[in-house]
C-alpha cells in the first residue's frame, strides 16, 4: 500500500510504496515531485501495478530475466564463457545489470524516443486522438495507461489473430499491409491493466522516417472503430474504416519474444 505525503520545503507531494521483490526482501520506492495529491495518487496506483505484474519498482533498474534463466557470461573480470543464471552473473555481490542494449533492425529508422514523440502527438490530435474516438466509451476526465512496445508484424498479427473476437475482426488484420516492424501503443482503463485488457490501440511503421510524423500511423483501434492505411501513403488519412458491432476489450500482447531451443 503506497503513502502519500507533502514535502514541507517543496509543497510538493510524494508517494512511497513497501513491496516484497522477487528475492523476497522487502524494499520501498519513493517517488517526489507531484504538484497534486491526485497525481502522486495516481502515479502510486501506476507502480503499485508495474510492481505487481514485473516484480520490480523501476524498470529501469533491471532485477529479474523475463527471457531465460541462463546466460553465457564474458566479463574480463572473472573466468569468461561461464554459463550462469541471471540473478548471480557476477562473483562479485556488488555488481547488478543496470541496462541491456539491442541493436535495432538495419531498416528501423524510428527509435523509441521518436515512436513515443509520434504517438502522444496521435493521442492527442482531433483526427485520431482519444477525445475524438473514445469519448463515449471513457468517463470524463478518466484516466488511460499507455503501454507502448515493438514487435514484428507477423507475431503481431498472430496473437490479434488468436485473441479478437469476431470473424470479421480479425480478418481485418490479416489483410492490413503492415512492415516487417511496428511499434504499437494499447491504450487500458486503469482498472483493466491489472488483468492488461485494453480498450484500444495505436500502431505505427517502425522503419519509417522520424519527419513522417503522422504519416507513419498504420491502425487506430478504438471502441467500435478500426481505421488502417497504407504505410506508403503519403497523406494522412485512411485506406479503409470499419466499425465495429462491440466495444469488447482485447487482451494485451504477451509474444513479442519467442523462446529458442537447443541453442548451441
Request: a positive charge; charged letters at 30%.
Amino acid at each position: 500500500m503506497a503513502s502519500i505525503k507533502k514535502d514541507k520545503q517543496t509543497k510538493r507531494y510524494y508517494y512511497r510504496i513497501s513491496y516484497k521483490d522477487v528475492d523476497g526482501k522487502y524494499k520501498t520506492k519513493t517517488k517526489k515531485g507531484f504538484p497534486t495529491k491526485k497525481e502522486a495518487e495516481l502515479a502510486a496506483k501506476e507502480e503499485e501495478i508495474r510492481i505487481k505484474n514485473e516484480g520490480i519498482a523501476d524498470p529501469s533498474e533491471i532485477v529479474l530475466a523475463d527471457f531465460y534463466d541462463d546466460y553465457v557470461v564474458v566479463d574480463y573480470n572473472q573466468p569468461i564463457y561461464q554459463v550462469r543464471n541471471f540473478k548471480k552473473l557476477s562473483l562479485y555481490s556488488d555488481m547488478r545489470i543496470e541496462n541491456l542494449a539491442i541493436p535495432l533492425y538495419k531498416r528501423m529508422f524510428l527509435d523509441a524516443p521518436n515512436a513515443f514523440v509520434t504517438i502522444r502527438s496521435l493521442l492527442h490530435s482531433k483526427e485520431f486522438g482519444i477525445s475524438e474516438w473514445a469519448n463515449d466509451f471513457l468517463q470524463q476526465g478518466e484516466n488511460v495507461i499507455t503501454r507502448m512496445f515493438m514487435a514484428s508484424s507477423r507475431s503481431y498479427k498472430k496473437f490479434r489473430m488468436n485473441t479478437l473476437k469476431g470473424i470479421s475482426v480479425k480478418q481485418l488484420y490479416t489483410l492490413i499491409p503492415m512492415p516487417r516492424f511496428i511499434w504499437v501503443c494499447e491504450l487500458y482503463r486503469m482498472d483493466d491493466y491489472e488483468n492488461l485488457l485494453s480498450f484500444g490501440e495505436i500502431v505505427i511503421d517502425a522503419t519509417s522516417s522520424p519527419n513522417r510524423g503522422h504519416r507513419s500511423l498504420i491502425l487506430m483501434h478504438y471502441p467500435k472503430t478500426i481505421a488502417y492505411r497504407n504505410p506508403n501513403q503519403t497523406e494522412v488519412g485512411f485506406d479503409e474504416m470499419a466499425e465495429l458491432m462491440a466495444d469488447d476489450l482485447f487482451p494485451g500482447y504477451r509474444e513479442n519474444l519467442d523462446k529458442i531451443d537447443n541453442v548451441l
